[in-house]
């Protein structure tokens, strides 16, 4: 079986062995809890906090970040 033709179960399986064996049972728990595929509709949200951002205002507030000391690199 090459690795294109393991299941999506299978390579979940797989992935959770290999993480046990390396990190054992409790630290393999604790590294998958730090995962979340959290809530809500991102497009949507980032939609609406951007709809008043022009690329005029985004520039302005570049060059403002630039005049701060130690942000030149920006």
Do not use: H, N
């Amino acid at each position: 079986m090459t690795q294109q033709e393991i299941t999506p179960s299978e390579l979940r399986i797989k992935g959770i062995r290999a993480l046990t064996e390396a990190l054992g049972p409790v630290s393999m728990a604790r590294f998958l809890q730090q995962f979340d595929s959290g809530s809500g509709d991102y497009t949507r949200d980032r939609d609406a906090w951007q709809k008043a951002i022009t690329v005029e205002k985004a520039i302005e507030e570049i060059k403002k970040l630039r005049e701060k000391p130690g942000c030149s690199s920006i």
